[in-house]
């Protein structure tokens, strides 16, 4: 098991930026990666960025790509989204998630477990 908890989450202006802290904890061990996703009211949930937990390759979606970091602390067992240069669109329920052992970390349906999320609300 990996329990996964999000926070950071807010309100911000565009323009603005805001880090998400991703806490993991139990069997951190057996991670392949973790990734963060995101899902607007009313749409489906989609890939933002990934990091593989050991070797740190990090993947990124086209619409981020540029303006969100994604970083991890293996000794603190954490994973981050930094995000800069917000935009009206990037606001959606943020979901940290980690994947046992698929390569296709752009997928979801290929993690095994998932965090509570946490609400960035982007205001224009």
């Not at 669109?89 to 999320?117: I, K, P």
Request: glycine share 10%.
């Amino acid at each position: 098991q990996v329990q996964l908890v999000e926070s950071g989450g807010g309100l911000v202006q565009a323009g603005g930026s805001l880090r998400l802290p991703c806490a993991a904890s139990g069997r951190t061990f057996s991670t392949y990666a973790l990734g963060w996703f995101r899902q607007a009211p009313g749409k489906e949930r989609e890939f933002v960025a990934a990091i593989t937990w050991r070797g740190g390759t990090t993947y990124y979606a086209d619409s981020v790509k540029g303006r969100f970091i994604i970083s991890r602390d293996i000794a603190k067992n954490t994973m981050y989204l930094q995000m800069n240069s917000l935009k009206s669109e990037d606001t959606a329920v943020y979901y940290c998630a980690a994947t046992l052992s698929s390569r296709h970390v752009s997928t979801s349906r290929e993690y095994d477990y998932w965090g509570q999320g946490t609400q960035v609300t982007v205001s224009s």
